[in-house]
């Protein structure tokens, strides 16, 4: 593989070049003001794919936004690999809080990124790390490696829970039948510790409102005789977790399963640091579910959490009202076996029932996706231990992630395919928050693995 990595050295700066081009695009999909961003995102990727070797690239409509499609099939004897990421970001809110602007792409050393990481909204999630799947496919095909088919499917509504994918999925299973697929939307333990991800939460988000009087009252004439919804609402949440952190809502935990002591103990064996952890995000103390570490806490066990409140004034200075209205968006983390669907309807029922006769609440379900488990054993799993284990000099560690990437379970449903969860972020990488980063060794060093995985997963298929 050495005329690939040549390959690579040889065109460093133009694949970082072209990252910054994409990065400097605000294709966010939960704001409709930045839909046509999201298009000229689309656009990008297809015009790459394009000038990376891919016979056929489409721009696929969905009732949304769009999903790029592209394949090089080489041989129908070989394995086909099918490449799922995402072009959408994450809105930029709050502004104030980045330290350069978000869609304005800059290079910067840190402590943990001495040779460079870059700070964009979507560096990390997910465009610097499905671009390292372009890039290497590129260096594949330019150099005569391409070892596998291989098939893109590049979506622009991850972000906003992949609502029209699952339609995409049942009419095209034809067009993306596939030996497997390989993911890149999670993330390594540390850079002198490459981890692959066999373990991914399910997510159950909602919002919710609650009404009380029929308008906003003054909080002189009216405060102490009628209903607050903001304190009604804040006391309702509180109510959703005992003393212990555990989540207070009837059949909850039902089917949950819990992992065995050695289990636990084969987790453990994984590097973590409680107080560097605490340190890396400002923390004197952690705090979770009674009887479980932090690690613990963060992958193998459910989850409850407000992703954000409001009602009344927020503005400068006072206004003294009581609110007709306030609301929340709650976001469950789900672990094996637990339903999104079951959880969401508990908490429907359980929200509606803890709610005093005074105020009136209505719960919304927004999207929400199943856990996945993926097998250690199968030859892709294999492939792609053998490839970090090349590029890193280590043997990578099998762990479970805490986030959720709802497409990795449909992918089994609707296609059969299993997927590997072959990432190369950080958690200190502060996806979904301002200043947003990717380190440029990971992102090379993720451009040098994949083809390592493509040669590995031929070679085990023979």
Same mark, same amino acid.
């Given at each position: 593989?050495?005329?690939?990595?040549?390959?690579?050295?040889?065109?460093?700066?133009?694949?970082?070049?072209?990252?910054?081009?994409?990065?400097?695009?605000?294709?966010?999909?939960?704001?409709?003001?930045?839909?046509?961003?999201?298009?000229?995102?689309?656009?990008?990727?297809?015009?790459?794919?394009?000038?990376?070797?891919?016979?056929?690239?489409?721009?696929?409509?969905?009732?949304?936004?769009?999903?790029?499609?592209?394949?090089?099939?080489?041989?129908?004897?070989?394995?086909?690999?099918?490449?799922?990421?995402?072009?959408?970001?994450?809105?930029?809110?709050?502004?104030?809080?980045?330290?350069?602007?978000?869609?304005?792409?800059?290079?910067?050393?840190?402590?943990?990124?001495?040779?460079?990481?870059?700070?964009?909204?979507?560096?990390?999630?997910?465009?610097?790390?499905?671009?390292?799947?372009?890039?290497?496919?590129?260096?594949?095909?330019?150099?005569?490696?391409?070892?596998?088919?291989?098939?893109?499917?590049?979506?622009?509504?991850?972000?906003?829970?992949?609502?029209?994918?699952?339609?995409?999925?049942?009419?095209?299973?034809?067009? /993306?039948?596939?030996?497997?697929? /390989?993911?890149?939307?999670?993330?390594?333990?540390?850079?002198?510790?490459?981890?692959?991800?066999?373990?991914?939460?399910?997510?159950?988000?909602?919002?919710?409102?609650?009404?009380?009087?029929?308008?906003?009252?003054?909080?002189?004439?009216?405060?102490?005789?009628?209903?607050?919804?903001?304190?009604?609402?804040?006391?309702?949440?509180?109510?959703?977790?005992?003393?212990?952190?555990?989540?207070?809502?009837?059949?909850?935990?039902?089917?949950?399963?819990?992992?065995?002591? =050695?289990?636990?103990?084969?987790?453990?064996?994984?590097?973590?640091?409680?107080?560097?952890?605490?340190?890396?995000?400002?923390?004197?103390?952690?705090?979770?579910?009674?009887?479980?570490?932090?690690?613990?806490?963060?992958?193998?066990?459910?989850?409850? =959490?407000?992703?954000?409140?409001?009602?009344?004034?927020?503005?400068?200075?006072?206004?003294?009202?009581?609110?007709?209205?306030?609301?929340?968006?709650?976001?469950?983390?789900?672990?094996?076996?637990?339903?999104?669907?079951?959880?969401?309807?508990?908490?429907? =029922?359980?929200?509606?029932?803890?709610?005093?006769?005074?105020?009136?609440?209505?719960?919304?379900?927004?999207?929400?996706?199943?856990?996945?488990?993926?097998?250690?054993?199968?030859?892709?799993?294999?492939?792609?231990?053998?490839?970090?284990?090349?590029?890193?000099?280590?043997?990578?560690?099998?762990?479970?992630?805490?986030?959720?990437?709802?497409?990795?379970?449909?992918?089994?449903?609707?296609?059969?395919?299993?997927?590997?969860?072959?990432?190369?972020?950080?958690?200190?990488?502060?996806?979904?928050?301002?200043?947003?980063?990717?380190?440029?060794?990971?992102?090379?060093?993720?451009?040098?693995?994949?083809? /390592?995985?493509?040669?590995?997963?031929?070679?085990?298929?023979?």
């Amino acid at each position: 593989m050495a005329n690939i990595n040549d390959y690579i050295e040889n065109n460093k700066d133009r694949f970082l070049n072209e990252l910054l081009d994409l990065l400097r695009i605000p294709s966010v999909s939960a704001d409709s003001k930045f839909k046509g961003d999201v298009l000229k995102a689309a656009e990008f990727i297809h015009g790459k794919l394009l000038e990376a070797g891919a016979d056929i690239v489409e721009i696929c409509p969905t009732g949304g936004h769009p999903i790029v499609y592209g394949e090089k099939i080489i041989d129908a004897k070989l394995p086909t690999v099918l490449v799922y990421g995402h072009y959408d970001v994450q809105p930029a809110d709050p502004y104030e809080l980045w330290d350069s602007p978000p869609f304005e792409p800059v290079i910067k050393t840190t402590e943990i990124h001495p040779e460079g990481a870059i700070f964009a909204r979507g560096a990390c999630d997910d465009k610097g790390q499905v671009y390292m799947h372009i890039k290497a496919f590129e260096a594949m095909m330019k150099t005569d490696n391409l070892a596998c088919n291989i098939k893109f499917l590049i979506e622009g509504e991850e972000e906003v829970g992949s609502d029209h994918l699952g339609i995409f999925l049942e009419e095209n299973k034809e067009k /993306l039948a596939a030996d497997i697929v /390989l993911v890149s939307d999670t993330g390594i333990i540390a850079n002198d510790v490459p981890s692959i991800t066999v373990g991914l939460r399910g997510l159950s988000y909602v919002q919710v409102e609650v009404t009380g009087p029929n308008r906003d009252l003054h909080s002189g004439l009216y405060g102490g005789a009628v209903p607050n919804p903001i304190n009604v609402l804040a006391e309702m949440i509180a109510s959703l977790k005992d003393e212990n952190k555990k989540i207070n809502i009837p059949g909850f935990y039902a089917d949950v399963i819990e992992l065995s002591a =050695d289990e636990r103990a084969a987790m453990a064996l994984a590097p973590f640091d409680e107080e560097e952890y605490k340190k890396s995000i400002g923390l004197s103390a952690t705090e979770g579910e009674a009887g479980y570490t932090s690690m613990e806490r963060s992958s193998i066990r459910p989850t409850l =959490d407000v992703n954000g409140i409001w009602g009344g004034y927020i503005g400068e200075g006072a206004k003294t009202v009581i609110a007709s209205k306030a609301y929340a968006k709650i976001s469950m983390r789900l672990v094996p076996n637990q339903d999104p669907d079951k959880i969401t309807k508990l908490f429907q =029922d359980h929200f509606t029932s803890i709610a005093p006769p005074s105020v009136k609440v209505k719960v919304i379900p927004h999207h929400g996706g199943k856990p996945a488990v993926t097998p250690t054993d199968s030859p892709a799993y294999i492939a792609a231990a053998k490839a970090m284990e090349t590029t890193f000099g280590k043997v990578p560690v099998p762990f479970r992630g805490g986030g959720s990437i709802p497409i990795v379970a449909l992918f089994e449903q609707t296609l059969g395919l299993k997927t590997v969860l072959m990432g190369f972020g950080l958690d200190s990488d502060a996806i979904h928050s301002p200043n947003e980063h990717y380190g440029v060794f990971n992102y090379f060093k993720g451009i040098e693995t994949i083809p /390592l995985f493509f040669k590995n997963f031929a070679e085990l298929n023979d």
